[in-house]
């Protein structure tokens, strides 16, 4: 599912203009929009609050990024339908060059089988997790991991919180040259987050794999792994994202030390 935004506005807007000339202007926007979008708008869900724009952009909108790491607000209506969880089986991806957010799923999704986002980083803790959902929209979380047995939550996030500490173990181990040791420990992290449905950050990991096969000399798992990181940033990242752009510069950096070489 692709969606386009039917408002996109910059932080500075929303955070330098006075509340009331914001919320006359957003509103006024709004009501420019066609009457089919218009009436999606405003039959979003809202959080608690006085304010009906408040309350309609706050529990609804994205935040992307644009030309110079500027952040923006998008609203956009079909993708605000979407439900969060904890265990998530799609995410979007944004596209600036088309204004556009993407809507994939991780697996495939069965007939009747919701569609459901996580609204928060994906690593970061059940309790932590839980009051951020609370206190940004109101959110109190019932998915099947929130709903868990303790022990399966516990489970969790002893996990999550692995996935946190190897990240650092391993960018210490390569900057020490310790590269099988780094080897190891990414590929222990990539056994971790497929159980715990953490796919979009694996790219980076696989970037890593690949980095540290070459400067091990192995050129093959360096080019597996490079194919490996291109195929998760094309499917977990924008379509134009710059990682992208790396993955697919180093594999051709890959091709020319191999022809170098025979």
């Known amino acids: 599912m692709?969606?386009?935004?039917?408002?996109?506005?910059?932080?500075?807007?929303?955070?330098?203009?006075?509340?009331?000339?914001?919320?006359?202007?957003?509103?006024?926007a709004i009501k420019q929009l066609p009457e089919e979008i218009r009436d999606e708008v405003f039959s979003l869900s809202r959080t608690a609050g006085e304010y009906e724009i408040?309350?309609?952009?706050?529990?609804?909108?994205?935040?992307?990024?644009?030309?110079?790491?500027?952040?923006?607000?998008?609203?956009?209506?079909?993708?605000?339908?979407?439900?969060?969880?904890?265990?998530?089986?799609?995410?979007?991806?944004f596209s600036e060059r088309r204004l556009t957010i993407e809507i994939v799923s991780y697996h495939a999704i069965e007939a009747g089988e919701e569609i459901v986002m996580s609204y928060v980083p994906l690593a970061i803790k059940h309790d932590e997790r839980r009051r951020y959902l609370k206190d940004n929209w109101g959110i109190d979380c019932k998915c099947s991991l929130c709903q868990a047995s303790e022990f399966d939550?516990?489970?969790?996030?002893?996990?999550?919180?692995?996935?946190?500490?190897?990240?650092?173990?391993?960018?210490d181990a390569r900057k020490e040259r310790f590269f099988q040791d780094a080897i190891n420990i990414a590929e222990d992290w990539l056994m971790i987050s497929e159980w715990e449905r953490v796919a979009p950050l694996t790219p980076e990991y696989h970037d890593i794999l690949a980095e540290l096969y070459f400067l091990k000399g192995d050129m093959v798992n360096a080019t597996r792994y490079g194919r490996m990181s291109l195929d998760g940033w094309v499917r977990f990242g924008s379509v134009d994202d710059e990682q992208l752009e790396k993955a697919r510069v180093f594999l051709r950096d890959l091709r020319l030390v191999g022809k170098k070489r025979r």
């Open 54 to 93: 408040d309350s309609i952009m706050g529990a609804n909108a994205n935040s992307v990024v644009l030309g110079d790491e500027e952040i923006h607000v998008g609203l956009f209506v079909k993708a605000a339908r979407i439900n969060h969880s904890c265990r998530p089986n799609a995410y979007y991806r």
């Open 153 to 171: 939550i516990k489970e969790s996030e002893t996990s999550r919180n692995r996935i946190n500490e190897l990240r650092d173990t391993i960018l």
């Open 2 to 28: 692709v969606d386009v935004p039917a408002l996109l506005v910059g932080t500075p807007f929303l955070t330098d203009i006075k509340p009331h000339h914001r919320r006359r202007m957003i509103k006024a």
